[in-house]
């Protein structure tokens, strides 16, 4: 599946080979995005957090996959605390359809929204 989402045009899929548990998968994720989001290009974010793993003694380490394209892989945010780097725009949701097209249904508030903290 993840050679078919490259080919249908995803620059780059992570997966594993066997099911991996729970506990192995979330920490890998923290590690992941911990790294990217210090502006880590995505190999050396992989490389970080499979070597946690495997510091960890996690027996799951080797068993991610990632399939890329010929995209670079080049870091995908700016860190924080950048000369220069541009403030985040908040797109709120209620200001958003559901079809832009028809703008027939707008996306619930947050307020509006069942089980939202409003």
Request: glycine residues 8%; hydrophobic residues 40%.
């Amino acid at each position: 599946m993840s050679e078919s989402l490259v080919r249908a045009g995803a620059p780059v899929v992570l997966g594993w080979a066997l099911p991996v548990g729970d506990a192995s998968a979330t920490a890998f994720a923290s590690y992941l995005y911990q790294e990217l989001a210090a502006g880590q290009p995505l190999d050396r974010s992989v490389v970080v957090a499979r070597r946690q793993l495997y510091a960890g003694h996690s027996r799951s380490w080797h068993l991610l996959r990632v399939y890329a394209d010929k995209s670079p892989l080049t870091p995908m945010v700016t860190p924080r605390y950048t000369a220069g780097r541009e403030r985040i725009r908040v797109r709120h949701a209620a200001d958003e359809f559901l079809d832009p097209q028809t703008q027939i249904s707008r996306v619930a508030s947050r307020a509006n929204f069942v089980g939202g903290g409003g």
